[in-house]
């Protein structure tokens, strides 16, 4: 799969050159790679993310390390940007300089102000603790006499095994370890079905002299810098990709309704 260049995928890249083991290819490299883009357009230091990134690997692996990387991005992403809140301190009104008087009545405005106080170092230690290790922070599973090796579910005491979920069905064959509460896809499945859905229902075939080879009708233009498309086929072919991506989803929420209803347990009739 083509993989074109971005600020994520360049990271990602340098990061699977120095540790093998976390190296990404192909649409997950591709998938992950926009979403660093995006937490770096937002705002995240380049430091801060390698952190999230790099952290030991789980021990057993029980999903894939595009999985695992993924949601480190997804926690990331779910929580403030780092220095983000530094900009709204309050400052404190300055002196006035020497050659400033006071006018008579006027008094210093900063005379009956609390003085500003910097965090503590061990507060501080403590909030980029969390932003590194994310959910990590989440107590273990408390079953098996708190010896299960799991994170347990945020909000409840017990991991998804212990909590009865089912495995995820996987996607095209693939065997996935994710539990999810309602027995659907999980994120990086769905993720992999949307995907598969525009890949089958918007081929796109590239041409080696170019030039855009149309989005339902051949085209011949000039084609993008880095994209097989035109300008024109690429407007066309987005919109194509929203409306297959809006019925691919209302296909989704109707099955997991569907599911939930299902699941749902049923209304005891009134007494007589």
């Known amino acids: 799969m083509r993989v074109d260049s971005s600020p994520g995928v360049e990271l990602l890249l340098a990061i699977g050159a120095e540790q093998p083991e976390l190296l990404l290819t192909g649409r997950t490299l591709r998938d992950q790679g926009l979403m660093v883009t995006g937490l770096l357009d937002a705002g995240w230091p380049v430091p801060l993310l390698l952190e999230v990134i790099t952290r030991p690997l789980p021990d057993p692996l029980r999903r894939s390390v595009g999985a695992v990387i993924g949601g480190r991005l997804k926690a990331a992403a779910s929580m403030p940007v780092p220095g983000s809140a530094a900009g709204a301190a309050v ?8 050659d400033r008087g006071v006018a008579p009545g006027e008094g210093r405005r900063w005379d009956d102000a609390p003085t500003p106080t910097p965090p503590a170092w061990a ?12 959910i990590d922070l989440r107590p273990g599973c408390e079953a098996d006499d708190g010896l299960c090796p799991t994170l347990a579910v ?9 909590l009865g979920w089912p495995l995820c069905p996987g996607h095209d064959g693939y065997t996935c370890t994710v539990r999810t509460r309602t027995g659907a896809h999980c994120a990086p499945c769905q993720d992999q079905a949307r995907y598969a859905r525009l890949d089958a229902e918007l081929p796109v075939t590239e041409t080696d002299d170019g030039t855009c080879p149309g989005h339902g009708d051949p085209c011949g233009r000039a084609a993008l810098l880095g994209d097989p498309l035109c300008g024109c086929c690429r407007i066309a072919a987005q919109r194509d990709r929203d409306r297959v991506v809006r019925e691919w989803e209302a296909v989704r929420d109707a099955a997991v ?9 049923q209304e005891a009739p009134a007494p007589f």
Do not use: F, I, K, S
């Not at 400052?91 to 020497?98: I, M, N, S």
């Not at 507060?123 to 994310?134: V, Y």
């Open 91 to 98: 400052v404190p009104h300055q002196a006035p300089g020497p």
């Open 123 to 134: 507060d501080l230690e403590q909030q980029h603790d969390q932003l590194r290790r994310g």
């Open 257 to 265: 309704a569907t599911a939930t209803a299902q699941e749902a347990p």
């Open 154 to 162: 945020a909000g409840e005491t017990l991991c998804p095994l212990h």
